[in-house]
């Protein structure tokens, strides 16, 4: 099974609305990575956060870690058209980076 | 940097056919990944190189695909003979050996349809 999950699998807010998409996993890991995957294109890296910070920012962005319940979660505040895409969480197990289903998120004007 | 760079970016084929799949990583990156991606399965990732040498090739469907890394800037992944279920995005990244496991940077992917 995927090392990480998102949720919801899918999410439509307004444009100017915060979007909050969360990640859990099940393996200890070292970090968490976040990336964004526009239509018919490839990831793009977005933030990562070691297992030893519980939040991180990146202009819009902030992340959180959770160790104990194994979860990770990504706030993009203000939304923007052009936020619309697919979320991906990402985590370390072994020498590998495993990747979620991910979470489509659709920005409405 | 023109990132890494993937070709084709479509391809179309008959049951039965090879298919070549060629990527150039960013210039001074050690590692290379082929993942593949589909609505079923999601990301996965096939096989990887460090420093042109096959790491890891676990996530390998079966033999019929085989990769290639003669050299630090060029890759190649091949299915022979190729089969519908072969139909997906196939992505190529690569990464700088100190970050590997922290930022890898993706290909546009080339579309493979397999009729």
């Known amino acids: 099974s995927q090392q990480g999950e998102e949720d919801p699998q899918a999410l439509s807010i307004q444009e100017g609305e915060n979007a909050t998409m969360n990640c859990s996993y099940k393996t200890s890991i070292n970090n968490l990575q976040w990336y964004r995957q526009n239509s018919g294109r490839g990831l793009v890296h977005l933030i990562l956060i070691r297992s030893n910070e519980r939040e991180k920012h990146s202009g819009r962005l902030r992340v959180t870690l959770d160790t104990s319940k194994k979860s990770s979660s990504l706030l993009i505040t203000a939304s923007r058209a052009a936020d619309t895409a697919s979320y991906f969480c990402?985590?370390?197990?072994?020498?590998?980076?495993?990747f979620g289903q991910g979470t489509r998120l659709t920005i409405n004007p | 940097d023109a990132g890494v760079i993937q070709s084709p970016r479509h391809e179309v084929t008959e049951m039965g056919q090879e298919v070549t799949l060629r990527c150039k990583p960013i210039s001074g990156h050690d590692y290379l990944f082929w993942y593949r991606q589909t609505m079923m399965r999601g990301l996965e990732l096939l096989i990887y190189?460090?420093?042109?040498?096959?790491?890891?090739d676990s996530g390998m469907p079966e033999d019929r695909f085989s990769a290639k890394m003669p050299n630090a800037s060029f890759s190649t992944l091949k299915i022979q003979p190729s089969e519908p279920r072969d139909s997906a995005v196939y992505f190529c990244a690569s990464s700088r050996a100190s970050i590997m496991m922290e930022t890898q940077y993706f290909g546009p992917g080339t579309r493979l349809l397999v009729l």
């Open positions: 190189f460090n420093n042109n040498v096959p790491i890891d």
């Open positions: 990402a985590t370390d197990q072994g020498q590998k980076l495993v």
